[in-house]
């Protein structure tokens, strides 16, 4: 690796992603580099099937590739033993899921408690003060089933953004929102990303919000390419 890569929140090198055999081999991921800085919002999109969640599942650590390189900063995901690599994400990686992925039982305060208690953090970040920075200092007690969907994104980001990540991994948030908390989710991720300069890759259908992002990839066939239009 070069230091220039070794700086960056996430780089892929060559990384090709194959399932099944013989015949019924499918290429899910065909080459692919890429390499995502620091403080940077970058965009994936394209058609279903094309290989998004692939490269979100890859460049996380939950799928090795059949080849090629996978590194979050200067970890090395690719060789890392499973004890390692579960290590690496609970440090590194923060995930945010479609609708936040809120456990039911859990009051948002305790949503961000969540992630220190599955392992030792370094720095962790101060959950009130991490609702407070996303808006939701005033939910701070209610459950989600007592929150709307834009509300559950913030704290579903939230939650991810408090064992200050390297890399943010984001899987279509705005999919069950209305197009005025689209943007306003997006806004979010694209202001978190840059003040704490967390690397986020964010795969999306949404166009309506990629003015937020700083780079737009488009993926076909398990091929990254530059997006147009």
Do not use: Y
């Not at 970058?42 to 090795?64: E, F, Q, T």
């Not at 690719?78 to 390692?84: G, Y």
């Not at 005025?180 to 991720?189: D, H, I, P, T």
């Amino acid at each position: 690796m070069t230091a220039a890569t070794a700086t960056a929140g996430l780089n892929l090198a060559g990384v090709t992603l194959l399932h099944g055999d013989g015949d019924d081999t499918v290429t899910a991921l065909d080459d692919v580099s890429l390499t995502v800085q620091p403080g940077e919002l970058l965009a994936v999109v394209g058609p279903s099937g094309a290989g998004k969640s692939s490269l979100l599942a890859v460049a996380g650590g939950l799928i090795r590739p059949t080849s090629g390189t996978v590194h979050v900063g200067d970890a090395d995901l690719t060789n890392a033993s499973q004890r390692d690599l579960a290590r690496l994400r609970r440090a590194r990686i923060g995930f945010v899921f479609q609708s936040g992925n809120l456990l039911p039982a859990l009051t948002a305060l305790d949503q961000l408690r969540l992630p220190l208690q599955l392992g030792p953090v370094e720095k962790p970040r101060d959950p009130r003060e991490l609702l407070d920075e996303v808006g939701m200092s005033h939910r701070a007690d209610r459950r989600p089933g007592h929150l709307s969907g834009g509300e559950r994104q913030r704290i579903g980001i939230a939650r991810a953004l408090m064992t200050r990540p390297q890399l943010l991994l984001v899987d279509e948030p705005t999919a069950a929102l209305d197009r005025a908390r689209s943007q306003e989710v997006v806004a979010l991720l694209a202001r978190e990303s840059h003040q704490h300069g967390v690397a986020t890759v964010m795969v999306t259908h949404d166009h309506d919000v990629l003015h937020h992002c700083d780079r737009v990839l488009q993926m076909t066939d398990g091929r990254l390419e530059e997006h147009v239009g």
